[in-house]
């Protein structure tokens, strides 16, 4: 009784009230990607590159197919196993690989987790730059429901909608972000609604949810049905976005908004898809297949669907693109890619980011996948290798995290593992057909992204080994500097990526000044592999003697770093930090060809090209423009 009572207490409603605010927030922003599947995942399995008959045995089978793939794919793997693998409440690939990799690092496998969360990285921009394209097409393609005449329309209408979208990025979220939640809320309750008013007329169809018709499937049409799992799949894009927006949300609000509203409403209105197509025959049933969500509703509601599909498709591709901001902004932290110019379009909200080079190559892919594929149909060839791809990746984290990191015993974690590989294999597999079609393009852009981040974390490994070579110890330093050098008034700061050492910047400001500053410090940054550090262990000061600090910053992957905030709140290294008696210095590393390179002459060549193009310090670590000296260094990798 007691435990029964204390649910009705103040605390438990206030915490279930603040769990259904957010459930209804994340309704808005994480479900757009899998909430517009069903403007095209059950057309494509009868009219796409592998059309299937219209009768009984294979409606039934593909709609049965789809709600085992939900309830497997989407709500077991990853919304009941994944979710409980969060890195400090984060979610993820990335946050993923980086809480394996605390258990594993010193293992001779630590570094195979770190390719496969590199590689499921690499694919997610593919898929980012898809989702946008399919899901915006799709909507638009509706409209031809509506009025056969717009079809020259379909493809002006797309674009501009697209590049507004991009355009609209740098002005933050926050504000359109308000109207997501109710637009959203609408859509799922209209999918249900569309559902069910034909389930209602041909309730036969719901035997499907028996998985003897998935079954009986693969019996009759064994290869036809292998490869329907290349469409069938595209019902549960965005199961990522689920693990990947835990951070924002946390699993308990996810969870409910799944499984009490999303769900249902994407299953209802699945059937519903099949019963109406069930219902019809001739002629009438392959009109109704070319697109039959829109088919769905009654003529005079058809225009008024499609708009309120135009503008799920327009907050589901906003979620895409947000998560490529995320994404990148952790890989950057993790040392995966170059630092870039980063903008905060919220003064609260330190999750709400800009990247300019981002938006803009997103933009220019999309428009040129637009162009290139016409329509949604051909899209759909390229979506599901690079969705179908970072699932597999994620069940390989899975088994890692089964085994490695949870130490489930082997004859539960095997099992269990088994059957995750054999059903995202074969989506993979039979998506892998798909490649001459379009699939290449997601595999394309994957392969170079990867290159990319690869050659990137090779290069900055080797940069600081060889920097490390020449490093002269700062203790030796600072007493040999002191009696050599002028002391002037103020402080010095000297970045340093490395904690032991003396910076080059530091030596030559002394070469060629010959002068030092009364306070001296040298500042590293360091990222850890958890979102956030707790203020208390910021930052950690080593007094070296003759006005010589050595400062570490300790920020989590997720965070931003402002030096300039973080040294306003240390008193303990010579005293309070006044910005207008603090000069910064730092290094501008120049690479020069080497006769023994670390790595293959290209990718060096790559890596400088990248260095280059690096966003500076001064703009990542939020510097006083005023304040800040660059001293240039030639160096061999």
Not at 44 to 71: C, K, N, R, Y
Not at 72 to 90: E, F, H, P, R, W
Not at 494 to 519: D, Y
Not at 548 to 568: C, K, N, Q, S, W
Request: aromatic content about 10%; overall charge neutral; charged content about 15%.
């Amino acid at each position: 009784m007691a435990s029964h009572a204390g649910a009705h207490a103040p605390g438990g409603k206030d915490r279930t009230s603040a769990k259904v605010k957010l459930a209804v927030g994340a309704v808005g922003i994480v479900f757009g990607d899998i909430g517009t599947s069903p403007l095209y995942a059950f057309r494509e399995t009868f009219v796409g590159p592998h059309p299937l008959a219209l009768d009984q045995l294979h409606i039934l089978g593909v709609v049965s197919l789809i709600f085992w793939s939900m309830t497997l794919v989407v709500s077991i793997q990853y919304v009941t196993i994944l979710m409980q693998a969060d890195n400090k409440g984060q979610g993820g690939s990335l946050a993923l690989v980086a809480l394996i990799s605390r258990h594993m690092g010193g293992s001779r496998f630590g570094w195979l987790t770190v390719l496969l969360g590199v590689m499921a990285t690499s694919l997610f921009y593919g898929d980012s730059m898809i989702t946008p394209a399919i899901s915006v097409l799709s909507a638009v393609e509706g409209l031809t429901v509506v009025e056969a005449r717009f079809e020259r329309w379909v493809i002006p209408i797309a674009l501009v909608m697209l590049v507004g979208l991009f355009l609209i990025q740098k002005r933050g979220t926050a504000k359109v972000g308000a109207l997501f939640a109710p637009i959203m809320i609408t859509y799922f309750v209209v999918l249900a609604v569309l559902g069910v008013a034909h389930i209602v007329q041909n309730p036969g169809v719901l035997v499907a949810l028996n998985p003897w018709y998935a079954v009986q499937f693969f019996m009759v049409d064994k290869t036809l049905a292998f490869l329907a799992l290349g469409s069938v799949v595209l019902a549960v894009t965005g199961a990522e976005a689920l693990y990947a927006d835990m951070g924002h949300f946390g699993r308990g609000p996810l969870r409910l908004s799944w499984f009490a509203f999303v769900m249902p409403a994407l299953l209802l209105n699945y059937f519903g898809q099949a019963a109406m197509v069930t219902a019809l025959s001739g002629p009438e049933a392959a009109e109704a297949i070319r697109n039959p969500f829109f088919m769905m509703a009654p003529d005079i509601m058809r225009l008024p669907l499609v708009i309120l599909a135009m503008l799920a498709t327009f907050i589901a591709s906003q979620a895409v693109i947000s998560g490529a901001f995320s994404v990148t902004h952790q890989a950057m932290q993790l040392g995966f890619i170059p630092r870039l110019s980063i903008l905060h379009t919220s003064e609260t909200e330190a999750g709400q980011i800009y990247i300019p080079a981002i938006n803009w190559a997103l933009m220019v892919a999309v428009i040129l996948l637009v162009l290139t594929f016409q329509n949604s149909s051909n899209l759909a060839s390229a979506y599901g290798i690079a969705v179908t791809g970072a699932m597999l990746i994620d069940t390989c984290l899975m088994a890692a995290l089964l085994l490695a990191v949870w130490r489930w015993k082997w004859w539960l974690a095997v099992p269990v593992v088994v059957v995750f590989f054999i059903v995202d294999g074969s989506y993979f597999a039979a998506n892998a057909t798909k490649v001459p079609d379009g699939g290449w393009f997601p595999l394309l852009i994957g392969a170079v992204v990867f290159t990319l981040l690869t050659t990137w974390a090779k290069g900055r490994k080797l940069m600081h080994e060889r920097m490390a070579e020449v490093a002269l110890p700062i203790e030796i330093f600072a007493k040999s500097a002191t009696n050599s050098a002028t002391r002037v008034p103020g402080t010095a700061i000297f970045m340093a990526s490395s904690t032991a050492g003396v910076p080059s910047a530091l030596l030559h400001n002394i070469k060629h000044n010959k002068v030092l500053h009364e306070r001296v410090v040298v500042l590293t940054v360091k990222i850890a592999d958890y979102p956030y550090v707790e203020l208390a262990k910021r930052h950690e000061i080593h007094d070296l003697g003759h006005g010589f600090y050595r400062l570490i910053l300790h920020y989590g992957f997720m965070e931003e770093t402002d030096v300039p905030r973080a040294l306003a709140d240390i008193e303990h290294c010579g005293g309070m930090f006044d910005m207008m008696q603090t000069s910064f210095f730092l290094s501008r590393q120049t690479l020069l060809p080497s006769e023994n390179p670390g790595m293959m002459i290209w990718r060096e060549k790559v890596f400088a090209w990248m260095l280059r193009n690096a966003a500076n310090a001064m703009e990542f670590f939020r510097l006083p423009t005023n304040r800040v000296v660059e001293l240039g260094s030639q160096l061999e990798i």
